[in-house]
């Protein structure tokens, strides 16, 4: 019913930059919020970078002034701009949508993308 894509992701030397996508489609009415999560293998899941209520933007402390979320509502589509990328960055990076499916109805948060794969190296 709705569907989350990320892209992006790649291969790049230690601080260089990427920039990731997130396009949300299907049965949306609106978008609440979105945010981005990142995990190693064998480490646990870590959020990255959400939308708060208010309207700003809480950051993982590691990815703090390096890295930027932002969000057209105009294409449902959320951005990850990753500058200065360090090797603990490596990860498979998911994005995650709060949205109602239609007007009046309840805001979910459990809507995920497959995710997308960066590794930097050193």
């Known amino acids: 019913q709705v569907q989350l894509v990320e892209s992006g992701g790649g291969l790049v030397q230690a601080g260089g930059s990427l920039r990731l996508s997130c396009v949300a489609s299907?049965?949306?009415?609106?978008?609440?919020?979105m945010g981005w999560f990142r995990q190693a293998p064998g480490k646990q899941r870590e959020l990255v970078a959400v939308?708060?209520?208010?309207?700003?933007?809480n950051y993982l402390d590691s990815v703090k002034g390096r890295f930027t979320m932002t969000r057209d509502n105009a294409k449902n589509t959320a951005y990850l701009q990753m500058n200065s990328l360090k090797p603990e960055d490596t990860a498979v990076y998911h994005c995650?949508?709060?949205?109602?499916?239609?007007?009046?109805?309840?805001?979910?948060?459990?809507?995920w993308g497959q995710g997308t794969q960066v590794t930097v190296s050193s």
């Open positions: 995650n949508a709060g949205l109602q499916t239609q007007r009046g109805g309840v805001i979910k948060y459990d809507y």
């Open positions: 299907g049965s949306i009415f609106r978008i609440h919020a």
């Open positions: 939308e708060n209520s208010g309207g700003s933007t």
